[in-house]
């Protein structure tokens, strides 16, 4: 695709009325109409584009193509594909979503940056979308747990946390609200969970990170443009054809990379990738490749990763700790920060630009259509 083409200006336009509803003129019908033309392009895209290790699945799930994974179909949005993990590595994180899985009956989704399948992403993130987050979830992590390798070293609902030990012996009663009688439930606020967990590698141990979320507050916590569904149901849990979420989708993504552009380049240029490949903007998405991959940024990320861990190491007894150490880094090994945060910064400010003037371009159509009606 060139790097402003219909399917760039279209969910432009998405844009656009995600921002400004009164841009729709007829708000309904004109959503329609997007979805209509969206549905459309997914499937021009899955049919041109689909790479050889997955299937295409023209008729449903619109905008996804699927692989077969151990026992579970893996659905992944057609934009991520071509940079997706390769099959090895995919099955390594299909078995480390079953590891921190914490209820049988959901969804686990591969989420984040991992999806892109770059180098300098040292950690592991899941959402699993449950259909329970009160005492039924509590249960079942106790159940699951003892057939676990992996440690979890802290779990978070609501306002309130537990490390360590404290774990298996209090999460039965962290949820305050589910009485446990029969039709009661979780009403807290928030009521996702968030687990993190030591993982054990051949190489080393690494942090992964599992959000379980009721799966009727899933778009309230996650986009389903950057995640793909590891399922054993035959189906993903959302749908791609949705030009107003794709619309908000965008416009979160541009207002992100502006906020970490100069505070944070590296979680910049990854949020950026998830811009450009949705829009098909290739040439800008293979420099992000390039930078994402380079020796600077991957050093980055494990050096982000290990302040992370220790934090977290901190929670475990001392036998505990030594499970988890990372190996030290290698003596005398430099880091060019500042050039790469330079290059970070230029390719950043590029790709924010190409945005406001696709931007500009849809939102004058738009206008434009309004005026001759």
């Known amino acids: 695709m060139n790097d402003i083409d219909p ?12 921002r400004d509803p009164g841009a729709q003129q007829d708000g309904a019908r004109a959503s329609d109409a997007a979805n209509e033309l969206l549905e459309e392009l997914f499937r021009g895209w899955v049919f041109a584009a689909c790479p050889a290790f997955f299937h295409p699945d023209l008729s449903q799930h619109v905008g996804f193509v699927s692989a ?11 934009h991520l594909a071509p940079i997706f993990p390769t099959h090895a590595t995919l099955e390594e994180l299909v078995d480390r979503a079953e590891e921190v899985r914490t209820m049988t009956d959901s969804t686990v989704c591969l989420s984040g940056s991992r999806v892109f399948g770059v180098s300098s992403t040292v950690d592991t993130d899941y959402c699993e979308y449950v259909l329970d987050t009160g005492l039924r979830l509590a249960g079942s992590f106790i159940k699951l747990d003892s057939l676990r390798s992996s440690i ?23 949820c305050h609200t589910d009485s446990g009688f029969i039709g009661a439930g979780c009403t807290c606020k928030p009521r996702d969970w968030k687990f993190d967990y030591f993982c054990l590698t051949p190489t080393a141990p690494i942090i992964v990170t599992n959000l379980c979320v009721h799966d ?27 030009s107003l979420q794709l619309g908000r989708y965008v ?7 502006e906020d970490y552009r100069l505070a944070e380049p590296l979680k910049g240029l990854k949020r950026a990738l998830a811009l450009c490949t949705i829009l098909a903007l290739t040439e800008l998405s293979s420099s992000l490749l390039v930078l994402l991959n380079s020796p600077v940024a991957v050093q980055l990320a494990k050096n ?30 430099t880091i060019s920060e500042d050039r790469f945060r330079t290059e970070a910064n230029s390719i950043l400010n590029s790709v924010i630009e190409h945005y406001d003037i696709v931007m500009q371009r849809a939102k004058g159509m738009i206008d434009a259509q309004c005026n001759r009606s």
Request: neutral net charge.
């Open 216 to 242: 009727k507050d899933c778009e309230d916590f996650s986009w389903a443009y950057q995640e793909a569904a590891i399922t054993a149901a035959g189906q993903p849990l959302r749908q791609l054809v949705d």
């Open 251 to 257: 416009h979160w993504l541009r207002n992100v990379i």
């Open 7 to 18: 399917f760039s200006i279209l969910i432009m336009k998405s844009a656009v009325a995600a």
């Open 304 to 333: 982000v990763a290990e302040r992370d861990a220790a934090k977290l190491r901190e929670h475990l007894p001392p036998q505990e700790q030594s499970k988890v150490s990372a190996p030290a880094l290698e003596s005398g090994e």
């Open 68 to 78: 077969l994974v151990r026992n579970k179909t893996v659905y992944v949005p057609i």
């Open 152 to 174: 979890c070293v802290a779990v978070r609902h609501s306002d309130y946390k537990l490390v360590a030990s404290e774990v298996l012996e209090k999460i039965i009663s962290i």
